[in-house]
């Protein structure tokens, strides 16, 4: 099982990006998905979450600002970030909660992270 990240970038202040997440390999179902950053010398913290069922959570930082959306049936997650500030600068990493096919085994996958720059 894999997770692939694209996305990111440099983008001025009160611009967009959209960032999307793609799983693959043996994969039964996908529980949460989700978005998390870690910005230098601070700690990753969850951005965003989804539930299969399109339950979502944000951290209160970005509310009203970033959507964050999934396509069970092609196992994807999008994370659209609008309205963007100098402090959302960080790597994003993908998060995905996968069962296995044929093991059902449950595990926390990552993708590799992505550079987001919010600068003038």
């Known amino acids: 099982v894999q997770l692939q990240a694209s996305g990111g970038g440099l983008v001025q202040p009160g611009g967009s990006l959209r960032l999307s997440c793609a799983a693959s390999g043996s994969i039964f179902r996908i529980n949460d998905m989700g978005w998390y950053r870690q910005a230098p010398g601070k700690k990753r913290e969850l951005v965003a979450n989804i539930t299969s069922f399109h339950y979502t959570n944000y951290v209160d930082s970005v509310k009203g600002r970033f959507t964050i959306s999934r396509d069970n049936a092609k196992n994807t997650a999008t994370l659209q970030m609008n309205s963007l500030k100098p402090e959302d600068t960080a790597v994003y990493y993908c998060?995905?909660?996968?069962?296995?096919?044929?093991?059902?085994?449950?595990?926390?996958?990552w993708g590799q992270g992505t550079q987001v720059t919010v600068s003038s």
């Open positions: 998060n995905a909660v996968i069962v296995k096919s044929g093991s059902y085994d449950i595990n926390d996958y």
